[in-house]
């Protein structure tokens, strides 16, 4: 290994380590897991977003899901800076879809909560499968799978 070649190594060596500690910190201390709910009552049970997972374990940045009012990812993020829950924007109840989505902009769909939030989520999913179908991982894409059944309490 030639000098030159050795210390390229190293300074991607640090450099990776640096990123990795970054990630792991920041995990450390964002939430582990997201209630996405709304004050609304729910016909599923709630999703539950893994925070962590998805930050540490799929490298998600913050930009993938917190953006700015028109929609641009926010990417200058870092850790303990305040972010608007979904429903701070994305206030009406429920979800409109067939008939009643007919028309309308996805500006206006996605006013509706639960709208955006599939929106959110099952696109990065369906995107998630697309790039990995060869690896045999697959990211949720079925309601149920991200909504089990409510259990009698």
């Given at each position: 290994m030639t000098r030159k070649s050795y210390?390229?190594?190293?300074?991607?060596?640090?450099?990776t380590l640096f990123l990795l500690s970054v990630g792991a910190i920041y995990a450390a201390s964002a939430p582990v897991e997201i209630k996405m709910a709304s004050p609304y009552e729910h016909k599923k049970s709630i999703a539950v977003f893994t925070h962590q997972k998805h930050v540490v374990d799929y490298r998600i940045t913050c930009g993938q899901c917190h953006h700015d009012d028109k929609g641009q990812p926010l990417t200058n993020l870092k850790d303990g800076d305040p972010v608007k829950k979904c429903f701070d924007c994305?206030?009406?109840p429920g979800e409109l879809k067939g008939k009643e989505a007919k028309g309308l902009a996805d500006k206006e769909l996605r006013a509706y909560h639960a709208n955006?939030?599939?929106d959110n989520c099952v696109g990065c999913h369906k995107k998630y499968n697309k790039e990995n179908k060869d690896?045999?991982?697959s990211a949720p894409q079925k309601c149920e799978e991200c909504h089990p059944k409510k259990t009698q309490e």
């Open positions: 210390w390229a190594l190293m300074i991607v060596s640090v450099m994305h206030n009406k955006a939030v599939h690896k045999g991982k």
